[in-house]
């Protein structure tokens, strides 16, 4: 893939467990867009644990402010959430809501990227409630959402720790999204 510039894909998700399922999901889909030549980094776990956003508070813990920086920063998105009770996790709901801090920035939200989503839970039903849910945010962020999204159900599969899955197949779906994260910034970098 050729750029006139680098771009950079951000990882959003996982849950306050280091290392969950959810958050080797997002590792393994970030090796897809760093495959495809984008930069990656990642913000999981106690990144994520942010104050609960509030509109009208103008001061914003540093971390906060590093976090939505990051997104600032970021040619795409992949964001992962855990699925609790049919839902995506109110640690993931909670840092999107702070992308509304860039309202008045010149790329808006999430104008003009391409965000890669993937819900991890144990169950068909809560995986694609959740991804459905993600898709409808990525939506009102202005966001483009890739044309695969990733429903992975943990009573199936299981993520181990070198990046692999029981099923061979999950794993080149989510490389692929992180691949097509990075492909759709390639072509707005060159375009």
């Known amino acids: 893939m050729t750029s006139t510039r680098a771009i950079k894909v951000l990882g959003v998700g996982g849950s306050l467990r280091a290392d969950s399922q959810s958050e080797r999901a997002l590792r393994i889909a970030l090796e897809g867009a760093a495959e495809a030549g984008a930069r990656t980094a990642a913000v999981t776990g106690d990144g994520l644990a942010l104050p609960f956003y509030e509109s009208a508070v103008e001061d914003r813990a540093p971390r906060a402010i590093e976090f939505v920086q990051a997104v600032r920063e970021a040619d795409g ?15 993931v709901k909670n840092a999107l809501d702070y992308v509304e801090d860039l309202r008045h920035d010149e790329r808006p939200y999430l104008h003009g990227r391409g965000v890669g ?75």
Request: aromatic letters at 6%; zero cysteines; proline letters at 3%.
């Open 77 to 91: 998105l992949i964001v992962v959430s855990p699925g609790y009770h049919g839902a995506l996790s109110g640690l």
């Open 117 to 191: 989503l993937i819900a991890v839970a144990h169950g068909w039903q809560a995986a694609v409630t959740t991804l459905n849910q993600l898709r409808t945010i990525a939506h009102a962020l202005r966001g483009w959402p890739t044309p695969l999204g990733g429903a992975v159900n943990t009573a199936e599969v299981k993520f181990d720790e070198a990046g692999g899955a029981s099923e061979d197949k999950i794993v080149a779906n989510l490389r692929l999204i992180g691949r097509q994260v990075a492909e759709f910034g390639f072509g707005r970098a060159s375009g």
